[in-house]
């Protein structure tokens, strides 16, 4: 059984840039998140999304955006990159409440 | 607002000793709990899980209980190995608007010394 498919595993962007990360979760999995991973702030939680729904958002500001397919793949979206915005970017998909994430290894951005 | 509060690590143990990772939540109504563990490099695993007071979760020698009177969920191996070294996060499921929301502690690393 496929697990959850993060690319690309690294990337290293420009302040002022735009990036997409993408994310295939587990197939029959409708639920994906996005998680920002740094060493100051643990894991913040970017955004959820449930049949091509945004459920529920996270305190980032508008530059940060998703979407769902209707196949469930999900991408993320960062428009004008700034420094802080460099982190490991965690996809977790699940199938329902109380049965926990799998997560993907994550995009590792570097903004320079 | 619900919270997850983990003990701080780094936790340094020698090998074969106990292993006990504390995690106390808030939270309305009843979540389900979760220990994940991050090797190097990697995303998170789910390690093991409750979702309802007193279920005990287990996977490969963890075991964590669902107190509901202490609201904690404590991480304990009764003899850790050098491949046990990883960071630990404690985390909670709960309702929210519209969905569920999923809140994680601040991780605890734990090294193993041979």
């Known amino acids: 059984k496929a697990g959850v498919t993060q690319t690309p595993r690294y990337l290293i962007k420009t302040r002022g840039q735009q990036v997409t990360l993408s994310c295939s979760p587990i197939?029959?999995?409708?639920?994906v998140s996005w998680y920002q991973q740094t060493p100051g702030q643990g894991l913040q939680f970017l955004f959820e999304?449930?049949?091509?729904?945004?459920?529920n958002k996270g305190n980032f500001p508008g530059r940060f955006s998703g979407r769902q397919f209707s196949n469930s793949r999900s991408e993320m979206n960062v428009s004008t990159l700034e420094l802080g915005d460099s982190a490991l970017y965690l996809c977790?998909?699940?199938?329902?409440?109380?049965?926990?994430?799998?997560f993907g290894s994550g995009t590792r951005l570097t903004v320079v | 607002g619900d919270s997850v509060t983990q003990m701080e690590g780094p936790v340094t143990l020698s090998e074969e000793a106990f292993l006990t990772i504390n995690c106390t939540y808030t939270a309305t109504g009843y979540p389900s709990l979760f220990w994940y563990v991050q090797y190097p490099g990697e995303g998170l695993q789910l390690l093991l899980k409750a979702t309802k007071a007193d279920d005990k979760g287990s996977n490969k020698g963890f075991e964590a209980t669902y107190r509901k009177e202490t609201t904690s969920f404590h991480l304990e191996k009764g003899s850790v190995q050098v491949s046990d070294s990883a960071v630990y996060f404690c985390?909670?499921?709960?309702?929210?608007?519209?969905?569920?929301?999923?809140?994680f502690g601040a991780g605890t690393r734990l090294f193993v010394k041979a």
């Open positions: 197939s029959g999995h409708r639920s």
């Open positions: 977790a998909s699940s199938y329902g409440q109380g049965a926990g994430y799998t």
């Open positions: 985390a909670l499921n709960t309702p929210d608007t519209g969905g569920f929301k999923t809140i």
């Open positions: 999304y449930f049949s091509e729904t945004q459920r």
